[in-house]
């Protein structure tokens, strides 16, 4: 079944520590997001890609970084720079063009202490 | 960037229909999309509108108003099980940016 996986559920890491968040789709989708969640909060665009080796900041980037090597994985690493890590973060995935539905992962709650 | 507006909070009852708007403002555009979302889950599709005028889905309809940069989320029918939060997305076409309001949260009553 196609479908886009991100791991772990839950994650926690101490303060100062960088830690990177999965997130793989065997969709065939071009174009990959990141998103941060916070309590009763909607969702903010940290990163995107819309092809392979190629991404643009979103409104929150600080502090996160993400690589695309390949079209099927594009995972975010939060670095020890953000000052605020802990959330709920959404990986989602869209065809080229963004003419269909976003699918999104089950999330990532990371927990820094 | 883009904004993207909606309500934070709305209350039906159960049995009713509920009308949740959004407005937005970008410097393109290639579709507006409704996504529901339950609490620590990750959003589910609901609907998607790229021409203006109404795209109906069972219990759930959704409108869209490009020269006025409006849209709406109609539910009909409401069940205790709609209470959720119901964010809309633009995705603008100056690179694809999918882009969400901060949602509306809905409480359905008995």
């Known amino acids: 079944d196609g479908g886009i996986t991100q791991s772990p559920k839950y994650l926690f890491r101490k303060e100062g520590q960088n830690v990177t968040l999965s997130c793989e789709q065997n969709?065939?989708?071009?174009?990959m997001y990141w998103y941060r969640q916070d309590p009763g909060q909607g969702l903010r665009l940290i990163y995107y890609?819309?092809?392979?080796?190629?991404?643009q900041k979103g409104d929150i980037a600080e502090g996160y970084s993400v690589s695309r090597e390949k079209k099927e994985s594009f995972p975010l690493t939060v670095t020890s720079a953000q000052k605020n890590p802990t959330a709920f973060y959404l990986c989602?995935?869209?065809?080229?063009?963004?003419?269909?539905?976003?699918?999104f992962g089950q999330g990532t709650r990371l927990t820094v202490v | 960037g883009q904004n993207i507006d909606q309500p934070t909070e709305m209350t039906a009852t159960e049995g009713a229909i509920v009308q949740i708007n959004c407005t937005y403002q970008?410097?393109?555009?290639?579709?507006l999309f409704w996504y529901q979302q339950h609490a620590g889950e990750a959003p589910t599709f609901l609907s998607y509108n790229v021409l203006d005028g109404l795209e109906e889905k069972g219990r759930f309809s959704s409108f869209l108003s490009r020269s006025k940069g409006y849209s709406y989320l109609l539910l009909k029918e409401l069940q205790m099980k709609d209470s959720a939060s119901y964010l809309c997305a633009v995705n603008s076409n100056s690179g694809y940016a999918l882009n969400f309001g901060k949602g509306t949260s809905l409480l359905v009553t008995p």
């Open positions: 969709l065939n989708h071009d174009a």
């Open positions: 970008t410097s393109g555009f290639n579709g």
């Open positions: 989602a995935s869209i065809e080229k063009g963004g003419y269909t539905e976003a699918f």
């Open positions: 890609s819309q092809i392979v080796n190629d991404f």
